[in-house]
Nanobody, 116 residues
Framework: QVQVVESGGDLVQAGGSLRLSCTAS????????MVWYRQAPGKQREWVAT???????NVADSVKGRFTVSRDYAKNTLYLQMNSLKPEDTAVYYC??????????WGQGTQVTVSS
């Protein structure tokens, strides 16, 4: 089993910054990808950013230029640097980890609230 824990969510004013972390631990074979999703109240969960095992990164158009995704392979940790935050970024941010042999695992989420 893989445990996934997110942290770093907080209440911040519009224009501010936050850095989210997601750490995978437990019995890990090979992590194929680590992905950030978010879910705002009353909305469907949406994809935010991905880092795959080869190092390729991608972020959603809605956050491009404001959010940066990175990964520390030694620590099995995924980061999401969020700058110029907007009220519409308010959501619970979830981390998804895909292990080569065990499939997908989700964290419990971390709340980001951006006040106007």
């Amino acid at each position: 089993q893989v445990q996934v824990v997110e942290s770093g969510g907080d209440l911040v004013q519009a224009g501010g910054s936050l850095r989210l972390s997601c750490t995978a631990s437990g019995r890990i074979f090979t992590i194929n990808s680590m992905v950030w999703y978010r879910q705002a109240p009353g909305k469907q969960r949406e994809w935010v950013a991905t880092v795959v095992s080869g190092g390729a990164r991608n972020v959603a158009d809605s956050v491009k230029g404001r959010f940066t995704v990175s990964r520390d392979y030694a620590k099995n940790t995924l980061y999401l640097q969020m700058n110029s935050l907007k009220p519409e970024d308010t959501a619970v941010y979830y981390c998804n980890v895909h292990d080569s042999r065990q499939g997908e695992f989700w964290g419990q989420g971390t709340q980001v609230t951006v006040s106007s």
